[in-house]
């Protein structure tokens, strides 16, 4: 909790003692600067009070009333009839109601008593729309709301609080019951909830992603997102390359239709239904040799590196013609469900990486 919370906290908290109702009263409390009691009339007497008066002072400006948490004779609108042909008269009337302000700013005037006091009233009916008469019908007797007690009481009450939270009577406030440290810098505490929120809420999202509310960043949205090994490591696309992804995913794919109209091919990532860590692999051009008993297999990683093979079966290829020509970075294969899609292996991503910054650098 930060330093200006503690101070917000403390200062709500200052009260004005109950039995005040004037400054008169209030000036009994007030010191000076060198411990003594405050003299109000030999102040406003002196020849310099106008210099410990700030903004535009003159001789006919009065000294402002405290307005103390007390019944007070308060408009109340009567209810109109349900008839919209009917109405009473009066339409208003004066009650006793709670009005002021409180000691302390989390407090609030509140009535502690209440009863209905029964008052009569004449009801007349409209004629005519526009009729300047009215024809009278009867006298009718309604209950009205009145205040016979008021106090000073918290505007948070234990009822504001949720299951997570404490009620502290003392502070008129909920405070969480347990409270833990945040993940990262991208969240932030929340009294209100008692658990860790986004310190911004993000709808910019670029390209193919959508914001985590959890992770409070952008990700590549379901089934397109990120790919899980067996082991349940998860690789993620960095910002960049989300950015990366965005710009070469705006580019559209002409149609073989004989409209003008372009469509974005489809952009599909998916889980490999088959776990490939240990298959062999074909390295890239002008890879090292691997050393005697290894040869090159497919890692957790998703890369194709020297290891000991733990199959002889080589890595199935799910070939086949997807209804629409893939983006440069992707191939077709089969996905769990037995369609054709574009699917981006970790490969083709780095390769398409590597071709986007030497596209940048030329």
Not at 138 to 161: D, K, L, M, Y
Not at 240 to 253: K, M
Not at 315 to 325: A, K, M, Y
Request: proline share 10%; with cysteine; net charge negative.
């Amino acid at each position: 909790m930060s330093e200006w919370h503690y101070f917000s906290v403390w200062f709500s908290k200052l009260q004005i003692p109950p039995n005040v109702s004037s400054l008169s009263d209030f000036v009994r409390y007030v010191k000076m600067d060198d411990g003594s009691p405050m003299n109000l009339e030999a102040m406003m007497a002196s020849s310099d009070f106008r210099e410990s008066v700030s903004g535009a002072f003159t001789d006919d400006v009065q000294m402002a009333h405290y307005d103390a948490c007390t019944l007070r004779p308060t408009t109340y609108e009567i209810p109109k009839n349900e008839d919209p042909k009917l109405s009473y008269f009066p339409p208003c009337t004066r009650v006793p109601m709670c009005g002021g302000c409180s000691p302390g700013t989390v407090q609030e005037c509140t009535p502690v008593s209440i009863e209905q006091r029964p008052m009569m009233v004449m009801v007349t009916r409209i004629p005519a729309p526009g009729s300047p008469d009215f024809i009278f019908e009867s006298f009718e007797v309604i209950n009205i709301p009145v205040h016979t007690a008021c106090e000073p009481r918290c505007r948070v009450t234990q009822e504001h609080c949720n299951e997570y939270q404490d009620y502290l009577p003392h502070d008129c406030r909920c405070v969480c019951r347990e409270r833990f440290p945040c993940p990262s810098d991208r969240h932030r505490w929340d009294e209100a909830t008692c658990s860790c929120t986004c310190s911004e809420d993000s709808g910019n999202c670029p390209g193919f992603s959508i914001f985590n509310p959890m992770r409070c960043r952008c990700e590549l949205r379901s089934g397109i997102s990120i790919y899980e090994d067996r082991q349940g490591v998860s690789v993620e696309l960095t910002d960049e390359e989300l950015q990366d992804v965005y710009n070469v995913g705006r580019a559209p794919t002409p149609t073989t239709t004989t409209t003008t109209t372009t469509t974005l091919a489809p952009l599909v990532f998916h889980r490999p239904s088959t776990p490939v860590v240990g298959t062999p692999c074909q390295p890239s051009p002008g890879s090292l040799p691997c050393l005697l008993g290894m040869r090159y297999v497919w890692t957790r990683t998703g890369s194709c590196s020297c290891g000991i093979p733990s199959q002889p079966t080589q890595r199935p290829t799910l070939e086949c013609t997807p209804p629409q020509p893939c983006l440069m970075f992707m191939s077709p294969r089969l996905n769990d469900r037995g369609e054709c899609s574009c699917q981006l292996t970790r490969g083709r991503r780095s390769a398409l990486i590597r071709q986007l910054m030497n596209k940048d650098h030329k």
